[in-house]
């Protein structure tokens, strides 16, 4: 099931700027140039400054932001955590909490786009058991994601494994932003890295991801330009098709 949505095909991948510093994220975005119109900002880089000054440049040159940082906690700090956002129109933001926190996090920036964490993507079935949630994480992706969207987030951070069920239960008009892109020759055990619950870029797309977020495949590759005008091949022949 491919999703066709207005949104314009280079605007699919999300890259993910892990890197140690605001200087090493310019550099990258820099290199990547056109390639890239979507860029995802998390935990490392604000930990190393210099990152609202990066999301101003990237606004500026008519990038599309993602700010992963996953807010979770009590209802007014995360309201008035989001509400600082405000000034990044139309940024996706990530928040990793209970309806409450949820809600507190909508009302608070309605122009900004409110995705909802539901299981990390680095989490399987024997991390669930580990902090105590009795149910698999299918089942745990689909509520949490069901409570999202009746709350009014715009969407959800969910692993392509759990795509086609949510789009089965809940329908096509929210959003899916899948992290976890492996290539599939990457799912052995044990796992070639942190992330447990995988797809590749077509994968992805067909069980119903409207967008993708890529950070080492194409971060650490010994050619991160070619590494992403490969991904953005794959995915305009996969749109391509489904167009033509
Ligand atoms: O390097 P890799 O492609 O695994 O990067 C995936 C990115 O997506 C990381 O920045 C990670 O923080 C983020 N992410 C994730 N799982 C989620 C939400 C965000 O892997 N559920």
Known sequence: MLLA???PVTERLIVALDLPDAAAATALVERLGETVDFYKVGLELFMAGGCFTLLDRLGAA???VMIDLKF??????V???VAGLARYPGAFVTVHGNDGILRAAVEAAPGLRILAVTVLTSLDQGDLDDLGFVCDPATLVLSRARRALALGCAGVVSSG??????RESLGPGFLIVTPGIRPVANREEPPKD???RTTDIEEAFHNGADYIVVGRPIVKAPDPLAAARSAQARIAALFDAAAG
Do not use: C, N, S, Y
């Not at 979770?72 to 700090?77: A, I, K, L, M, Q």
């Not at 494994?161 to 949510?166: M, N, Q, R, Y």
């Open 72 to 77: 979770f906690d009590v209802p007014r700090t």
């Open 161 to 166: 494994l759990e795509a086609p069920k949510l």
């Open 194 to 196: 942190d992330q447990k």
């Open 62 to 64: 008519g990038k599309k």
């Open 5 to 7: 949505k207005q949104i």
């Open 79 to 81: 309201a008035a955590a």
